[in-house]
Protein backbone atom coordinates (compact mmCIF):
# COMPACT_ATOMS: atom_id res chain seq x y z
CA UNK A 1 0.00 0.00 0.00
CA UNK A 2 3.05 2.15 0.70
CA UNK A 3 4.28 2.45 -2.63
CA UNK A 4 6.15 5.10 -3.16
CA UNK A 5 8.30 7.49 -0.80
CA UNK A 6 9.03 11.20 -1.82
CA UNK A 7 11.84 12.94 -0.95
CA UNK A 8 10.45 16.02 1.41
CA UNK A 9 11.69 17.75 4.19
CA UNK A 10 9.40 18.95 6.69
CA UNK A 11 9.50 21.83 9.41
CA UNK A 12 9.69 18.70 11.91
CA UNK A 13 12.32 16.31 11.56
CA UNK A 14 9.98 13.25 13.05
CA UNK A 15 7.72 13.42 10.27
CA UNK A 16 7.52 10.81 7.67
CA UNK A 17 6.35 11.34 4.05
CA UNK A 18 4.48 8.82 1.93
CA UNK A 19 2.59 8.33 -1.29
CA UNK A 20 -0.31 5.73 -0.75
CA UNK A 21 -2.26 4.36 -2.77
CA UNK A 22 -6.04 4.80 -2.78
CA UNK A 23 -8.87 2.94 -4.14
CA UNK A 24 -11.90 5.06 -4.91
CA UNK A 25 -15.51 3.64 -5.24
CA UNK A 26 -18.29 6.44 -5.22
CA UNK A 27 -20.65 8.54 -6.87
CA UNK A 28 -19.60 12.28 -7.50
CA UNK A 29 -21.28 14.83 -9.52
CA UNK A 30 -21.10 14.97 -13.41
CA UNK A 31 -20.55 18.43 -15.05
CA UNK A 32 -22.11 19.14 -17.95
CA UNK A 33 -19.71 22.32 -18.30
CA UNK A 34 -16.34 21.58 -20.41
CA UNK A 35 -12.87 23.82 -18.55
CA UNK A 36 -12.54 26.82 -19.36
CA UNK A 37 -10.91 27.65 -22.59
CA UNK A 38 -9.47 30.75 -22.09
CA UNK A 39 -9.73 33.70 -19.42
CA UNK A 40 -12.26 34.85 -20.39
CA UNK A 41 -14.43 32.06 -19.89
CA UNK A 42 -13.08 32.15 -16.28
CA UNK A 43 -14.27 35.50 -15.48
CA UNK A 44 -17.61 34.46 -17.09
CA UNK A 45 -17.62 31.33 -14.74
CA UNK A 46 -16.83 33.28 -11.60
CA UNK A 47 -19.19 36.01 -13.01
CA UNK A 48 -22.45 33.30 -12.76
CA UNK A 49 -21.02 31.76 -10.15
CA UNK A 50 -21.58 35.11 -7.59
CA UNK A 51 -24.23 36.81 -8.62
CA UNK A 52 -27.14 36.86 -6.19
CA UNK A 53 -29.54 34.42 -6.56
CA UNK A 54 -27.45 32.54 -9.14
CA UNK A 55 -28.31 28.92 -10.36
CA UNK A 56 -24.87 28.56 -11.86
CA UNK A 57 -24.23 25.76 -9.88
CA UNK A 58 -27.25 23.60 -10.42
CA UNK A 59 -26.85 24.75 -13.87
CA UNK A 60 -23.62 23.13 -14.00
CA UNK A 61 -24.29 19.96 -12.85
CA UNK A 62 -26.04 17.06 -14.74
CA UNK A 63 -26.49 14.42 -12.40
CA UNK A 64 -24.36 11.95 -10.84
CA UNK A 65 -21.63 9.48 -12.35
CA UNK A 66 -19.40 6.37 -10.77
CA UNK A 67 -15.76 7.03 -10.01
CA UNK A 68 -13.84 3.52 -9.63
CA UNK A 69 -10.29 4.68 -9.69
CA UNK A 70 -6.95 4.90 -7.96
CA UNK A 71 -5.32 7.59 -6.83
CA UNK A 72 -1.44 8.30 -5.26
CA UNK A 73 -1.97 10.59 -2.00
CA UNK A 74 0.66 12.52 -0.43
CA UNK A 75 0.68 12.09 3.57
CA UNK A 76 2.66 13.50 6.18
CA UNK A 77 2.52 11.19 9.37
CA UNK A 78 4.25 13.28 12.41
CA UNK A 79 4.10 10.52 15.07
CA UNK A 80 3.82 11.32 19.02
CA UNK A 81 6.11 10.03 21.51
CA UNK A 82 3.12 7.71 22.51
CA UNK A 83 2.07 5.48 19.96
CA UNK A 84 -1.02 5.28 21.32
CA UNK A 85 -2.20 8.63 20.72
CA UNK A 86 -5.22 10.39 19.57
CA UNK A 87 -4.61 11.28 15.83
CA UNK A 88 -5.16 14.27 14.32
CA UNK A 89 -6.36 14.13 10.58
CA UNK A 90 -5.56 17.16 8.92
CA UNK A 91 -7.17 18.31 6.05
CA UNK A 92 -6.01 21.57 4.34
CA UNK A 93 -8.25 23.91 2.54
CA UNK A 94 -8.03 25.86 -1.02
CA UNK A 95 -5.10 27.11 -2.20
CA UNK A 96 -2.56 25.32 0.16
CA UNK A 97 -1.35 22.04 0.56
CA UNK A 98 -0.44 19.83 3.45
CA UNK A 99 2.60 22.18 4.21
CA UNK A 100 -0.20 24.18 5.71
CA UNK A 101 0.02 22.94 8.70
CA UNK A 102 3.39 22.69 8.73
CA UNK A 103 4.71 25.51 7.40
CA UNK A 104 8.02 25.93 5.43
CA UNK A 105 9.15 28.66 7.12
CA UNK A 106 9.24 29.90 11.69
CA UNK A 107 7.87 26.27 12.23
CA UNK A 108 7.90 27.59 15.85
CA UNK A 109 5.26 30.25 15.26
CA UNK A 110 2.96 28.57 12.44
CA UNK A 111 3.70 24.34 12.72
CA UNK A 112 0.29 22.98 13.81
CA UNK A 113 2.06 19.61 13.60
CA UNK A 114 4.45 20.53 15.86
CA UNK A 115 2.55 21.88 18.34
CA UNK A 116 -0.07 18.28 18.32
CA UNK A 117 3.12 16.73 18.98
CA UNK A 118 4.39 18.47 21.94
CA UNK A 119 1.19 18.21 23.19
CA UNK A 120 0.82 14.35 22.97
CA UNK A 121 -1.15 14.24 19.63
CA UNK A 122 0.16 12.79 16.49
CA UNK A 123 -0.74 14.10 13.42
CA UNK A 124 -1.51 13.04 9.71
CA UNK A 125 -1.98 15.46 6.88
CA UNK A 126 -2.50 15.15 3.18
CA UNK A 127 -1.88 17.09 -0.33
CA UNK A 128 -5.52 16.73 -1.25
CA UNK A 129 -6.41 15.41 -4.73
CA UNK A 130 -5.16 17.57 -7.55
CA UNK A 131 -2.65 19.77 -5.32
CA UNK A 132 0.76 19.54 -3.94
CA UNK A 133 2.35 15.72 -5.09
CA UNK A 134 -0.91 14.61 -4.75
CA UNK A 135 -2.32 12.73 -8.24
CA UNK A 136 -3.37 15.40 -10.40
CA UNK A 137 -6.40 13.39 -12.58
CA UNK A 138 -8.48 15.48 -14.87
CA UNK A 139 -10.41 18.42 -13.04
CA UNK A 140 -13.67 17.46 -13.57
CA UNK A 141 -13.34 14.39 -10.93
CA UNK A 142 -11.36 16.48 -8.51
CA UNK A 143 -14.54 17.59 -6.18
CA UNK A 144 -16.26 17.40 -3.19
CA UNK A 145 -17.09 13.55 -3.59
CA UNK A 146 -13.74 12.44 -4.19
CA UNK A 147 -12.73 14.11 -1.51
CA UNK A 148 -14.92 12.80 0.94
CA UNK A 149 -14.63 8.99 -0.35
CA UNK A 150 -9.99 9.72 -0.24
CA UNK A 151 -10.30 10.64 3.63
CA UNK A 152 -12.77 7.62 4.28
CA UNK A 153 -10.13 4.93 3.09
CA UNK A 154 -6.89 6.93 4.52
CA UNK A 155 -9.40 7.00 7.59
CA UNK A 156 -10.04 3.23 7.47
CA UNK A 157 -6.15 2.55 7.14
CA UNK A 158 -5.20 4.13 10.06
CA UNK A 159 -7.28 2.58 12.35
CA UNK A 160 -6.62 -0.89 10.73
CA UNK A 161 -2.47 0.08 10.77
CA UNK A 162 -2.11 -0.97 7.45
CA UNK A 163 -1.01 2.68 6.85
CA UNK A 164 1.62 3.38 9.92
CA UNK A 165 2.17 0.16 11.19
CA UNK A 166 0.17 1.75 14.78
CA UNK A 167 -3.73 1.38 15.44
CA UNK A 168 -4.81 4.53 15.80
CA UNK A 169 -8.07 3.69 17.64
CA UNK A 170 -8.87 7.91 18.14
CA UNK A 171 -8.89 10.11 15.46
CA UNK A 172 -10.31 13.58 15.46
CA UNK A 173 -10.27 15.10 11.75
CA UNK A 174 -9.11 18.62 11.87
CA UNK A 175 -10.30 20.91 8.91
CA UNK A 176 -9.54 24.62 7.39
CA UNK A 177 -11.90 25.91 4.93
CA UNK A 178 -12.85 23.55 2.26
CA UNK A 179 -10.84 20.98 4.58
CA UNK A 180 -13.45 21.61 7.00
CA UNK A 181 -16.61 21.08 4.59
CA UNK A 182 -14.93 17.60 3.72
CA UNK A 183 -14.85 17.01 7.33
CA UNK A 184 -17.90 18.09 8.21
CA UNK A 185 -19.36 16.46 4.76
CA UNK A 186 -17.73 13.06 5.69
CA UNK A 187 -19.47 12.82 9.05
CA UNK A 188 -22.88 13.93 7.57
CA UNK A 189 -22.14 10.50 5.48
CA UNK A 190 -20.63 8.28 8.53
CA UNK A 191 -21.21 9.49 11.68
CA UNK A 192 -19.27 6.98 13.39
CA UNK A 193 -15.66 7.84 11.09
CA UNK A 194 -14.39 10.47 13.21
CA UNK A 195 -14.35 10.59 17.06
CA UNK A 196 -14.35 14.35 16.78
CA UNK A 197 -14.30 17.63 14.50
CA UNK A 198 -12.15 20.57 14.81
CA UNK A 199 -13.36 22.89 11.93
CA UNK A 200 -11.10 25.69 11.19
CA UNK A 201 -11.91 29.06 8.86
CA UNK A 202 -15.15 28.20 8.49
CA UNK A 203 -19.16 28.71 9.55
CA UNK A 204 -22.53 27.59 7.85
CA UNK A 205 -23.77 30.30 6.34
CA UNK A 206 -20.70 31.53 4.48
CA UNK A 207 -21.91 34.96 3.70
CA UNK A 208 -18.73 36.08 2.24
CA UNK A 209 -17.98 32.98 -0.11
CA UNK A 210 -18.89 34.92 -3.58
CA UNK A 211 -16.52 37.79 -1.98
CA UNK A 212 -13.55 35.31 -1.64
CA UNK A 213 -14.07 33.87 -5.35
CA UNK A 214 -14.24 37.25 -6.97
CA UNK A 215 -11.33 38.60 -4.89
CA UNK A 216 -9.12 35.30 -6.12
CA UNK A 217 -8.57 36.77 -9.41
CA UNK A 218 -8.65 33.08 -11.02
CA UNK A 219 -6.57 32.15 -13.66
CA UNK A 220 -5.69 28.94 -15.71
CA UNK A 221 -2.86 27.67 -13.41
CA UNK A 222 -1.12 26.08 -16.56
CA UNK A 223 -1.38 28.92 -18.28
CA UNK A 224 -0.52 31.87 -15.70
CA UNK A 225 2.35 29.48 -14.05
CA UNK A 226 3.73 27.02 -16.82
CA UNK A 227 6.57 26.20 -14.66
CA UNK A 228 4.30 24.67 -12.10
CA UNK A 229 1.62 23.57 -13.18
CA UNK A 230 2.25 23.44 -17.29
CA UNK A 231 3.39 20.20 -19.06
CA UNK A 232 6.10 18.23 -17.24
CA UNK A 233 6.89 15.29 -14.52
CA UNK A 234 7.35 14.76 -10.83
CA UNK A 235 9.69 12.74 -10.18
CA UNK A 236 9.07 10.27 -6.98
CA UNK A 237 11.45 7.63 -5.35
CA UNK A 238 10.18 4.59 -4.45
CA UNK A 239 10.92 3.32 -0.90
CA UNK A 240 11.52 -0.13 -1.02
CA UNK A 241 14.03 -0.16 -4.79
CA UNK A 242 14.95 3.34 -4.46
CA UNK A 243 13.94 3.80 -7.70
CA UNK A 244 12.82 6.58 -9.50
CA UNK A 245 9.35 7.23 -11.42
CA UNK A 246 8.24 10.18 -13.22
CA UNK A 247 4.58 10.70 -12.86
CA UNK A 248 2.76 13.53 -15.17
CA UNK A 249 1.42 16.74 -13.97
CA UNK A 250 0.07 17.80 -16.74
CA UNK A 251 -3.33 20.23 -15.90
CA UNK A 252 -6.25 20.43 -17.71
CA UNK A 253 -7.79 24.43 -17.64
CA UNK A 254 -9.96 22.98 -15.12
CA UNK A 255 -7.53 23.59 -12.70
CA UNK A 256 -7.55 27.45 -11.58
CA UNK A 257 -5.39 29.72 -9.16
CA UNK A 258 -5.16 32.96 -7.77
CA UNK A 259 -3.24 35.52 -9.67
CA UNK A 260 -0.90 37.31 -7.13
CA UNK A 261 0.51 37.91 -3.48
CA UNK A 262 -2.30 40.73 -3.29
CA UNK A 263 -4.97 37.98 -4.36
CA UNK A 264 -3.72 36.49 -1.59
CA UNK A 265 -3.67 39.01 0.76
CA UNK A 266 -7.03 39.34 0.73
CA UNK A 267 -8.47 35.61 0.70
CA UNK A 268 -6.26 35.02 3.61
CA UNK A 269 -4.78 37.35 5.52
CA UNK A 270 -6.03 40.17 8.16
CA UNK A 271 -4.54 43.35 7.03
CA UNK A 272 -1.77 44.16 9.07
CA UNK A 273 -1.89 41.53 11.43
CA UNK A 274 0.56 39.31 9.55
CA UNK A 275 4.11 38.94 8.63
CA UNK A 276 5.48 39.67 4.79
CA UNK A 277 7.68 36.97 4.93
CA UNK A 278 4.98 34.08 5.66
CA UNK A 279 2.58 36.00 2.55
CA UNK A 280 5.53 35.31 0.59
CA UNK A 281 5.90 32.19 1.07
CA UNK A 282 2.21 31.30 0.54
CA UNK A 283 2.19 32.72 -2.61
CA UNK A 284 5.22 30.89 -3.82
CA UNK A 285 3.95 27.74 -2.78
CA UNK A 286 0.03 28.48 -3.24
CA UNK A 287 -2.35 25.52 -4.87
CA UNK A 288 -4.67 24.96 -6.71
CA UNK A 289 -8.66 24.77 -7.31
CA UNK A 290 -10.53 23.12 -9.55
CA UNK A 291 -14.54 24.14 -11.29
CA UNK A 292 -15.44 21.34 -9.33
CA UNK A 293 -14.72 22.04 -6.22
CA UNK A 294 -16.12 25.16 -6.53
CA UNK A 295 -19.05 23.96 -7.65
CA UNK A 296 -19.34 21.49 -5.41
CA UNK A 297 -18.50 23.45 -2.07
CA UNK A 298 -20.92 23.71 1.05
CA UNK A 299 -21.85 22.24 3.92
CA UNK A 300 -24.12 19.18 5.48
CA UNK A 301 -26.66 18.46 7.86
CA UNK A 302 -25.04 15.59 10.19
CA UNK A 303 -27.67 14.52 12.29
CA UNK A 304 -26.39 11.17 13.54
CA UNK A 305 -22.88 12.38 14.39
CA UNK A 306 -22.37 12.88 18.19
CA UNK A 307 -18.51 13.67 19.01
CA UNK A 308 -17.67 17.07 19.90
CA UNK A 309 -17.40 19.82 17.30
CA UNK A 310 -15.16 22.65 17.58
CA UNK A 311 -15.15 25.53 14.93
CA UNK A 312 -12.56 28.06 15.01
CA UNK A 313 -12.59 30.80 12.75
CA UNK A 314 -10.53 33.88 12.64
CA UNK A 315 -12.23 37.50 13.54
CA UNK A 316 -11.73 38.72 10.38
CA UNK A 317 -12.24 36.14 7.86
CA UNK A 318 -13.67 36.85 4.73
CA UNK A 319 -15.42 33.56 2.84
CA UNK A 320 -16.94 32.13 6.07
CA UNK A 321 -17.67 35.50 7.50
CA UNK A 322 -17.50 38.41 5.42
CA UNK A 323 -14.88 40.35 7.34
CA UNK A 324 -16.56 40.35 10.41
CA UNK A 325 -17.83 37.12 12.80
CA UNK A 326 -19.84 39.47 15.15
CA UNK A 327 -22.08 40.75 12.37
CA UNK A 328 -25.31 38.78 14.07
CA UNK A 329 -27.82 42.12 14.33
CA UNK A 330 -30.64 40.51 14.58
CA UNK A 331 -29.51 36.91 15.19
CA UNK A 332 -29.83 35.04 18.44
CA UNK A 333 -26.04 33.76 17.61
CA UNK A 334 -23.10 35.32 19.43
CA UNK A 335 -20.78 35.46 16.46
CA UNK A 336 -21.73 33.31 12.66
CA UNK A 337 -19.35 30.91 13.61
CA UNK A 338 -21.79 29.59 16.26
CA UNK A 339 -24.45 28.41 13.03
CA UNK A 340 -22.31 25.68 12.65
CA UNK A 341 -23.92 24.14 16.02
CA UNK A 342 -27.49 23.32 13.46
CA UNK A 343 -25.98 20.86 11.20
CA UNK A 344 -24.73 18.87 14.38
CA UNK A 345 -27.54 18.51 16.49
CA UNK A 346 -26.57 15.25 18.45
CA UNK A 347 -23.09 16.77 19.22
CA UNK A 348 -22.05 15.84 22.25
CA UNK A 349 -20.40 19.28 23.18
CA UNK A 350 -19.97 22.13 20.25
CA UNK A 351 -17.75 25.09 21.21
CA UNK A 352 -16.62 27.77 19.10
CA UNK A 353 -13.84 30.48 19.40
CA UNK A 354 -13.08 33.69 17.67
CA UNK A 355 -8.83 34.54 17.76
CA UNK A 356 -9.01 38.49 16.70
CA UNK A 357 -6.84 40.37 14.09
CA UNK A 358 -7.39 36.95 12.22
CA UNK A 359 -8.39 36.31 8.96
CA UNK A 360 -9.24 33.23 6.62
CA UNK A 361 -6.05 31.56 7.28
CA UNK A 362 -5.66 31.06 10.93
CA UNK A 363 -2.90 29.06 11.18
CA UNK A 364 -0.62 31.42 9.42
CA UNK A 365 -1.13 34.58 11.73
CA UNK A 366 1.15 35.59 15.04
CA UNK A 367 -2.24 34.70 16.74
CA UNK A 368 -1.75 30.53 15.67
CA UNK A 369 0.43 29.04 18.34
CA UNK A 370 -2.57 30.97 20.80
CA UNK A 371 -5.36 29.21 18.73
CA UNK A 372 -3.62 26.00 18.74
CA UNK A 373 -3.04 25.27 22.12
CA UNK A 374 -6.90 26.74 22.70
CA UNK A 375 -7.68 23.68 20.37
CA UNK A 376 -5.65 21.24 22.46
CA UNK A 377 -7.07 22.37 25.91
CA UNK A 378 -10.25 21.92 24.50
CA UNK A 379 -9.54 18.29 22.98
CA UNK A 380 -8.13 17.29 26.85
CA UNK A 381 -11.18 18.92 28.12
CA UNK A 382 -13.90 16.47 26.15
CA UNK A 383 -11.57 13.12 26.78
CA UNK A 384 -9.32 13.35 23.43
CA UNK A 385 -6.03 13.53 24.71
CA UNK A 386 -4.40 14.10 28.06
CA UNK A 387 -5.93 12.54 31.00
CA UNK A 388 -8.08 15.24 32.76
CA UNK A 389 -6.97 13.76 35.74
CA UNK A 390 -4.09 16.26 35.76
CA UNK A 391 -5.04 19.58 36.11
CA UNK A 392 -1.65 20.88 36.23
CA UNK A 393 -1.62 19.85 32.46
CA UNK A 394 -4.69 22.27 31.78
CA UNK A 395 -3.09 25.39 34.29
CA UNK A 396 0.48 24.56 32.57
CA UNK A 397 -1.62 24.74 29.24
CA UNK A 398 -3.18 28.25 30.12
CA UNK A 399 -0.45 29.88 31.49
CA UNK A 400 1.54 28.97 28.26
CA UNK A 401 -1.91 30.35 26.66
CA UNK A 402 -1.30 33.84 28.64
CA UNK A 403 2.23 33.97 27.88
CA UNK A 404 1.81 33.41 23.93
CA UNK A 405 -1.14 35.76 23.84
CA UNK A 406 1.10 38.32 25.42
CA UNK A 407 3.58 37.10 22.90
CA UNK A 408 1.36 37.16 20.09
CA UNK A 409 0.28 40.75 20.66
CA UNK A 410 3.52 42.15 20.81
CA UNK A 411 4.23 40.63 17.49
CA UNK A 412 1.15 42.22 15.97
CA UNK A 413 1.89 45.85 16.87
CA UNK A 414 5.76 45.69 15.53
CA UNK A 415 4.58 44.15 12.04
CA UNK A 416 4.66 46.71 9.49
CA UNK A 417 1.70 48.13 8.61
CA UNK A 418 0.57 47.67 4.56
CA UNK A 419 1.06 50.92 2.87
CA UNK A 420 -1.75 53.38 4.25
CA UNK A 421 -3.01 50.85 6.41
CA UNK A 422 -3.31 52.29 10.11
CA UNK A 423 -1.03 50.22 12.73
CA UNK A 424 -3.46 49.33 15.96
CA UNK A 425 -2.52 49.58 19.35
CA UNK A 426 -1.81 46.12 21.12
CA UNK A 427 -5.04 46.93 23.10
CA UNK A 428 -7.15 47.77 20.15
CA UNK A 429 -9.42 44.84 18.62
CA UNK A 430 -10.48 44.97 15.17
CA UNK A 431 -13.81 47.11 14.41
CA UNK A 432 -16.87 45.00 14.84
CA UNK A 433 -19.19 47.74 13.55
CA UNK A 434 -22.59 47.81 15.15
CA UNK A 435 -21.76 44.36 17.16
CA UNK A 436 -18.75 44.27 18.57
CA UNK A 437 -16.69 41.87 20.29
CA UNK A 438 -15.49 42.62 24.31
CA UNK A 439 -12.36 44.47 24.01
CA UNK A 440 -11.47 43.81 27.77
CA UNK A 441 -11.75 40.21 29.59
CA UNK A 442 -14.82 39.46 30.22
CA UNK A 443 -17.51 36.65 30.88
CA UNK A 444 -21.35 36.71 30.25
CA UNK A 445 -23.89 33.77 30.77
CA UNK A 446 -26.86 33.50 28.61
CA UNK A 447 -29.28 30.87 28.91
CA UNK A 448 -27.89 27.47 26.87
CA UNK A 449 -24.76 28.91 26.65
CA UNK A 450 -22.12 30.86 27.97
CA UNK A 451 -19.17 33.20 26.37
CA UNK A 452 -15.81 34.07 27.38
CA UNK A 453 -13.80 36.65 25.56
CA UNK A 454 -11.10 38.29 25.54
CA UNK A 455 -8.61 40.97 23.72
CA UNK A 456 -7.01 38.20 21.56
CA UNK A 457 -9.80 35.56 21.57
CA UNK A 458 -13.69 34.99 22.39
CA UNK A 459 -15.42 31.72 22.82
CA UNK A 460 -18.42 30.37 23.07
CA UNK A 461 -19.70 26.99 24.52
CA UNK A 462 -23.60 25.16 23.94
CA UNK A 463 -24.57 22.37 24.95
Sequence with gaps: MLSLLLTASTAYAACMTQMVQVPVNTMI??????????????????????????????????????????????????????????????????????TYWNFPIMPQNYSYSMLANDMGYSTFAIDRLGTGNSSHPMSSVVQTATHVEIVRQL????????????????????????????????????????????????????????????????????????????????????????????????????????????????LFFDTPYFDEAVLEAAERTKQTVTVAEGLTIGNSMAPKFAGPVYVVTGSDDLPYCAGNCYAVNGTNLTSIPQDVSKLFPMSSKFATYIPLKTGHAVQLHPTAMQTDMQIHKWLAMNGIGMSMNSTMVISGMSSMMSSMSMMSTMMTSVIPAAAGAPVSSPAMTPSMGASSAPAMASSAVTKGSMVASSASASSTMTK
Design 29 to 98: KSLSMPPPANESMVVGAVQSLVALNSNATTMSINGSMPLNTTFNINTVYCPAANASAPLEFLIHGIGFDS
Design 155 to 266: TMMLRNGSLTNTTHDTIVHVGHSYGSAISNALVAQYPTISDGLVLTGYSAKAPGLSLFFAGSDLQIASQAYPDRFGSGMLKMVNSTSGTTTNVSKNLDNGYLITSNAAADQL
